[in-house]
Antibody, heavy 121, light 110 residues
Framework: QITLKESGPTLVKPTQTLTLTCTFSGFSLDNGGEGVGWIRQSPGKALEWLALMYWDDEKRYSPSLENRLTVTRDTSKNQVVLTLTNVDHVDTGTYFC?????????????WGPGTMVTVSS | EIVLAQSPGTLSLSPGESATLSCRASQSVSSSYLAWYHQKPGQAPRLLIYGASRRATGIPDRFSGSGSGTDFTLTISRLEPEDFAVYYCHQYLSSPPRHIFGQGTRLEIK
């Protein structure tokens, strides 16, 4: 059974760097086509895709946030880490990680419960 | 830039009725990478349909997806109380690689 869970700070000050961790189980992120994606949702708003880490260490980022985002992995801990630099109030929201399933056409099939982040001084 | 536009913004129906939700892409997209999710308050999105018409594991056959090119539809027959939620369509684009979501349709109890 595949599960994912996000963790990180609930409050971050403007201009600081936000670091979130996605800890997963049920897969090892080493099968062709697998990936872990990050998606966020501002309060009352739609979903916004941020980044995706592929099994082969390839990384993809949202074009609008590419210069502020970094995604890395720690294979030994089954974790994928998202870093967002120079945060602003507009970065407040719930951050989700999700499993990219190669056997379901690369769809983001299983999502973590999300972690709420508030950017405020 | 490709955009997904969902309609209607809000749909008010009663349990037992059928719902038709639309997702329109500003340019032709691959149906292989078109998915539908629903999201209940305080929860993560749940995958309903992938590949435009394939039901995800555990999703009842009351949910069906169709469409190609720029127009995609999610149909929910015989609405159950647990179906009332916000529905999002989602598309993976390959050039450059990225994911996009529609703005959502809120399905509410009438």
């Amino acid at each position: 059974q595949i599960t994912l869970k996000e963790s990180g700070p609930t409050l971050v000050k403007p201009t600081q760097t936000l670091t979130l961790t996605c800890t997963f189980s049920g897969f090892s992120l080493d099968n062709g086509g697998e990936g872990v994606g990050w998606i966020r949702q501002s309060p009352g708003k739609a979903l916004e895709w941020l980044a995706l880490m592929y099994w082969d260490d390839e990384k993809r980022y949202s074009p609008s946030l590419e210069n502020r985002l970094t995604v890395t992995r720690d294979t030994s801990k089954n974790q994928v880490v998202l870093t967002l630099t120079n945060v602003d109030h507009v970065d407040t929201g719930t951050y989700f990680c999700a499993y990219r399933d190669p056997w379901q056409l690369g769809t983001l099939t299983i999502w973590g419960p999300g972690t709420m982040v508030t950017v405020s001084s | 830039e490709i955009v997904l536009a969902q309609s209607p913004g809000t749909l008010s129906l009663s349990p037992g009725e059928s719902a038709t939700l639309s997702c329109r892409a500003s340019q032709s997209v691959s149906s292989s990478y078109l998915a539908w999710y629903h999201q209940k308050p305080g929860q993560a999105p749940r995958l309903l349909i992938y590949g435009a018409s394939r039901r995800a594991t555990g999703i009842p056959d009351r949910f069906s997806g169709s469409g190609s090119g720029t127009d995609f539809t999610l149909t929910i027959s015989r609405l159950e109380p647990e179906d009332f939620a916000v529905y999002y369509c989602h598309q993976y684009l390959s050039s450059p690689p990225r994911h996009i979501f529609g703005q959502g349709t809120r399905l509410e109890i009438k």
